[in-house]
């Protein structure tokens, strides 16, 4: 089974940047689809971005398109997530997961395999 254990997180200031990365201690990591997700307080888990098992595409939350990238590095076990020109807006425990369908993966539906999470925290 994979897991995953992800770091980075920390406080910002509103402009910066923070790379999170999550590697995976399972044999099986390059078969699945990653994605990232956030859940800020008070509201809800939501989609950040995912990337397909062999980096063919990649898909973005509106909110985050051209400030936030995702890669992976399949020898290595990790996704990464850089993120540049944080706000505010996005502060909130990220979290990780793995998942077989592209699909259930951006939708955030029936993922079973997810990181522990890293908080991160942009302040103004």
């Known amino acids: 089974q994979v897991q995953l254990v992800e770091s980075g997180g920390g406080l910002v200031q509103a402009g910066g940047s923070l790379s999170l990365s999550c590697p995976s201690s399972?044999?099986?990591?390059?078969?699945?689809?990653m994605g990232w997700f956030r859940q800020a307080p008070g509201k809800e888990r939501d989609f950040v971005a995912a990337i397909k098992w062999n980096s063919s595409n990649t898909y973005y939350a509106d909110s985050v398109k051209g400030r936030f990238t995702i890669s992976r590095d399949n020898a290595k076990n990790t996704v990464y997530l850089r993120m540049d020109n944080l706000e505010p807006e996005d502060t909130g425990v990220y979290y990780c997961a793995a998942e077989k369908s592209e699909t259930a993966l951006r939708l955030m539906r029936n993922i079973k395999l997810w990181g522990q999470g890293t908080l991160v925290t942009v302040s103004t």
């Open positions: 399972g044999r099986t990591f390059s078969t699945y689809n």
